[in-house]
């Protein structure tokens, strides 16, 4: 059993489809059968999220998700970054043995600069807090996005910066995981689903949303005596991803035979997608009914995790002097 881990920012941005299929789903594959954690980084949303309200509800956003999707009695360790205080004192450690010029050539700093965004130190210092996050609990695989790529190469760099310091094997290196995208799911304009298109499909879209979000999808103008090819089909896409293989095929042959429009593949579709949505909604409908849960297993997530840090922190404190 490896230990993975992995973190995420609460921004406030709606967990799409694209996100459930293309890295949320993959990742509960693997945690499920493996030591996992998933953690909300409510300490690095620090550096842009500047209004309490905000972070808290998008905290709260966060983990309802997570929960309506891995359901609550998960095996997977859900936490908050904040709920473990040794990560912080761990990261001014490892400030201690990062070299400046490392931290100069970060990607996501540069990126901030280029772009003027705010640039506060909580940026300049984010990849050492998120070799913290990694590095406390000895993990060996981390699932992370292609962005987050140089990241965890400072999380090795930084490791090996502290073991050779102190001549101590205390921190294991750990590796990347980057699921590789198999199939990209398009947005309902054609293009790839993305909350920068603004052309998604979000997890908790309600039934009006949904059904005119679906209603919309850009189709050529084949009228319904037509046969269309399916395989040039947005519609067609997303009944193939999220159908049954038989209602697939029942589907493809209506499409090669005159008497089936647009509108009535869109109305299967619906369909589709509404039982496909179905038990996530009632996951997260029980939730929002009873969030002393959430907050009950978050808490039990917490009580896992600082045990881990809290016994790696001896060794370090042991081995610099503290
Ligand atoms: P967005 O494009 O909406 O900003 P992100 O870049 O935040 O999405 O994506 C997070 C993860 O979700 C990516 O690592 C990728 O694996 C997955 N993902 C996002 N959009 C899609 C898509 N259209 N199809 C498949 N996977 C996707
Ligand atoms: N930087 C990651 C992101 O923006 C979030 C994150 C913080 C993270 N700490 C982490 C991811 C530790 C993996 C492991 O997506």
Same mark, same amino acid.
Request: proline share 5%; net charge neutral.
């Given at each position: 059993?490896?230990?993975?881990?992995?973190?995420?920012? *609460?921004?406030?941005?709606?967990?799409?489809?694209?996100?459930?299929?293309?890295?949320?789903?993959? $990742?509960?594959?693997?945690?499920?059968?493996?030591?996992?954690?998933?953690?909300?980084?409510?300490?690095?949303? !620090?550096?842009?999220?500047?209004?309490?309200?905000?972070?808290?509800?998008?905290?709260?956003?966060?983990?309802?998700?997570?929960?309506?999707? $891995?359901?609550?009695?998960? *095996?997977?360790? +859900?936490?908050?970054?904040?709920? +473990?205080? !040794?990560?912080?004192?761990?990261?001014?450690?490892?400030?201690?043995?990062?070299?400046?010029?490392?931290?100069?050539?970060?990607?996501?700093?540069?990126?901030?600069?280029?772009?003027?965004?705010?640039?506060?130190?909580?940026?300049?210092?984010?990849?050492?807090?998120?070799?913290?996050?990694?590095?406390?609990?000895? @993990?060996?695989?981390?699932?992370?996005?292609?962005?987050?790529?140089?990241?965890?190469?400072?999380?090795?760099?930084?490791?090996?910066?502290?073991?050779?310091?102190?001549? %101590?094997?205390?921190?294991?290196?750990?590796?990347?995981?980057?699921?590789?995208?198999?199939?990209?799911?398009?947005?309902?304009?054609?293009?790839?689903?993305?909350?920068?298109?603004?052309? $998604?499909?979000?997890?908790?879209?309600?039934?009006?949303?949904?059904?005119?979000?679906?209603?919309? +999808?850009?189709?050529?103008?084949?009228?319904?005596?037509?046969?269309?090819?399916?395989?040039?089909?947005?519609?067609?896409? !997303?009944?193939?991803? $999220? %159908?049954?293989?038989?209602? @697939?095929?029942?589907?493809?042959?209506?499409?090669?035979?005159?008497?089936?429009?647009?509108?009535?593949?869109?109305?299967?579709?619906?369909?589709?997608? @509404?039982?496909?949505?179905? *038990?996530?909604?009632?996951?997260?409908?029980?939730?929002?009914?009873?969030?002393?849960?959430?907050?009950?297993? !978050?808490?039990?997530?917490?009580?896992?995790?600082? %045990?881990?840090?809290?016994?790696?922190?001896?060794?370090?404190?042991?081995?610099?002097?503290?």
């Amino acid at each position: 059993m490896k230990k993975i881990l992995t973190g995420v920012k *609460p921004t406030g941005d709606q967990m799409h489809l694209g996100n459930l299929l293309g890295a949320v789903l993959p $990742f509960k594959w693997i945690a499920e059968k493996n030591d996992a954690a998933i953690f909300i980084a409510d300490l690095h949303a !620090l550096t842009s999220v500047k209004s309490a309200e905000n972070l808290r509800r998008n905290t709260h956003e966060m983990a309802l998700t997570y929960f309506s999707i $891995f359901g609550i009695d998960t *095996p997977v360790h +859900i936490f908050r970054q904040s709920d +473990i205080p !040794l990560i912080p004192k761990l990261n001014w450690i490892l400030n201690n043995v990062t070299p400046y010029s490392l931290m100069l050539r970060a990607h996501s700093f540069k990126d901030s600069e280029a772009k003027w965004l705010d640039l506060n130190m909580g940026v300049f210092n984010y990849p050492i807090l998120m070799a913290a996050d990694i590095l406390a609990y000895d @993990t060996d695989i981390v699932p992370v996005g292609a962005d987050q790529r140089q990241h965890l190469e400072m999380t090795r760099d930084i490791a090996k910066a502290f073991n050779k310091t102190y001549k %101590a094997d205390i921190f294991k290196l750990p590796v990347e995981y980057i699921e590789p995208s198999v199939a990209t799911l398009p947005g309902i304009d054609g293009r790839k689903m993305s909350k920068s298109y603004g052309n $998604f499909i979000g997890l908790f879209d309600d039934d009006k949303t949904l059904k005119k979000k679906v209603m919309s +999808i850009v189709t050529d103008s084949k009228g319904v005596d037509d046969v269309k090819n399916p395989d040039e089909c947005n519609v067609f896409a !997303l009944i193939q991803t $999220f %159908a049954t293989s038989d209602r @697939t095929e029942s589907i493809r042959a209506k499409y090669l035979s005159p008497g089936y429009g647009y509108g009535h593949a869109k109305l299967e579709l619906l369909d589709i997608l @509404t039982e496909y949505l179905k *038990p996530y909604h009632e996951n997260r409908a029980m939730l929002e009914r009873n969030p002393e849960l959430i907050e009950a297993r !978050l808490q039990e997530g917490a009580r896992i995790m600082n %045990a881990r840090i809290e016994a790696k922190m001896e060794e370090v404190k042991k081995v610099v002097g503290l």
